[in-house]
């Protein structure tokens, strides 16, 4: 067990909807970071936060977005789905050293 | 660019053998490496990270080697068991990544099938 949770488990959507992924982080870990995962791929970088600001970004279009609060929990959301973007959505918090992975979002869209 | 590449990509042997997994990247400017196993559908496991100053980590019957001039990061799993059939994959932190951003360059991963 890392101590990052997700939610939810499982999601599916349809095309134009959209969602909303949550992860708590690791207290004191000020450092939480969003990666996709298509099947059979590795996981590509979507962003990552530090202390709430956006401290770098991977090739992903603006409807991706994504929020960091006080209490260590974050937010990614996604706006007008498209079918590609069914994956595997993973959270990760950091001490600045390791990173500490959630068991991730399943999202399928329909 | 940094580019991760991990060989090979599949694996099958049978129950107590030694093996090895392979990893090589493009960039040697690295900030750490990390290995980590994934079960199907499921999230990342970390197993092993290696700072750019360091040689080798071990843990239980796992070792990975660093060799950062090369290019090039193995895992080793001694006397192989059935628990460990999973992806392995290996990432790195870029060190030329603007302040304090820690973003993963991953491979492709190997999927290990050990037989009983």
């Known amino acids: 067990e890392t101590g990052v949770t997700q939610s939810p488990t499982h999601l599916i959507k349809t095309r134009g909807q959209q969602v909303t992924l949550r992860c708590s982080s690791q207290s004191g870990h000020n450092t939480v970071s969003w990666y996709q995962q298509a099947l059979g791929q590795g996981p590509q970088f979507i962003f990552q936060?530090?202390?709430?600001?956006?401290?770098g970004r991977g090739n992903f279009p603006p409807r991706f977005s994504g929020l960091q609060f006080p209490n260590y929990s974050s937010e990614l959301n996604v706006n007008a789905l498209e079918l590609d973007d069914s994956a595997l959505y993973l959270c990760?918090?950091?001490?600045?050293?390791?990173?500490?992975f959630g068991p991730g979002t399943r999202l399928t869209v329909l | 660019k940094q580019e991760v590449t991990q060989i090979p990509a599949a694996l099958s042997v049978p129950e107590g053998e030694n093996l090895v997994l392979n990893c090589s990247f493009t960039?040697?400017?690295?900030?750490?490496l990390q290995w980590f196993r994934q079960d199907p559908g499921k999230g990342l496991t970390s197993l092993l990270l290696i700072q750019s100053s360091q040689r080798e980590q071990t843990s239980g019957r796992l070792n990975a080697s660093l060799d950062k001039s090369s290019g090039r990061s193995t895992l080793y799993i001694a006397a192989s068991q059935p628990g460990d059939s999973a992806t392995y994959l290996c990432a790195v932190v870029p060190t030329l990544n603007a302040g304090n951003n820690r973003k993963l360059i991953w491979g492709l991963g190997t999927s290990l099938a050990v037989n009983p």
């Open positions: 936060y530090y202390r709430e600001e956006e401290n």
């Open positions: 990760a918090s950091s001490d600045d050293v390791e990173q500490f």
């Open positions: 960039d040697s400017a690295i900030y750490n």
